[in-house]
């Protein structure tokens, strides 16, 4: 797979964010780290990892509570070497109770095209297994299946 390195085009940061959508799909921590560069700083909810380590240990403590996670992210804007974008994700808990997560976040790429800021602010709301609009099977969203515009959110 080809490295998308800025300044971004709108096509190229397309592409960039359905790249994270589909990693961050695959639920697996060190995968993920490897879109961010070594010294990447984070602000998540009220968390700010530094560093691929810390990122790690906090994307598998979150997919140890979040569990069936499925995120759907949709380009908001660019410009250079910045992105924004917003997302929504089903998960539930270990009592059963799902919810939908909203946000939005603001990424800044080095020159190597690796993310080296991420910003991020999330809201979560309860909902029952049948409001659920994400039905695929874990891992990556089907090319076919309609994204947040399409469904609404």
Known sequence: MKIIVPPFTL??????????????????????????????????????????????????????????????????????????????YEWHDDSGQWFRSYGNENWEFNDAGLNRLRYASINDKPISEAERKYRWPLGRRPDDYPGLTELGL
Not at 18 to 26: P, Q, Y
Not at 52 to 69: A, G, P, V
């Open 11 to 88: 096509k190229t940061a397309i592409e960039k964010v359905r790249k994270a959508e589909d990693d961050w799909n695959t639920r697996d921590p060190q995968l993920v780290a490897m879109d961010y560069s070594e010294d990447s700083r984070w602000r998540n909810r009220v968390e700010f990892p530094v560093g691929r380590k810390q990122i790690i240990d906090f994307l598998t403590r979150k997919w140890n509570k979040e569990l069936d996670y499925r995120l759907i992210k949709e380009l908001w804007s660019f410009n250079g070497n910045r992105i924004a974008v917003r997302f929504a």
